[in-house]
């Protein structure tokens, strides 16, 4: 009878055991370098970075258009 009283309570210790770990770790995959998810995904602060614009030079060559436009003012209003 002892014996088995020590068995339910191993079997009982090595269930809680197993069932804490899975609760406490969560369920977790890797996907595209990102842990997802994760025991706090709901309350986690995502941060976003909109996309930039795809042509990279946009000021240079607005600058460049004002500056030709300007010459071009001047070239015409000197003759």
């Known amino acids: 009878m002892k014996t088995l009283s020590f068995r339910a309570g ?7 055991l197993l ?3 899975v609760l406490l770790t969560g369920c977790q995959t890797t996907i595209g370098g990102q842990t997802l998810p994760s025991p706090d ?5 995502v ?5 930039g614009p795809e042509f990279r ?7 460049s ?3 030709a436009a ?3 003012t001047l ?3 000197g003759n």
């Open 10 to 16: 191993q079997l009982l210790t090595l269930t809680a």
């Open 19 to 21: 069932a804490s770990t």
């Open 41 to 45: 995904y709901l309350t986690d602060d």
């Open 47 to 51: 941060q976003f970075y909109p996309a």
């Open 57 to 63: 030079l946009t000021n240079q060559v607005e600058a």
């Open 65 to 67: 258009r004002k500056q």
């Open 70 to 72: 300007d010459t071009q």
């Open 75 to 77: 070239e015409s209003s």
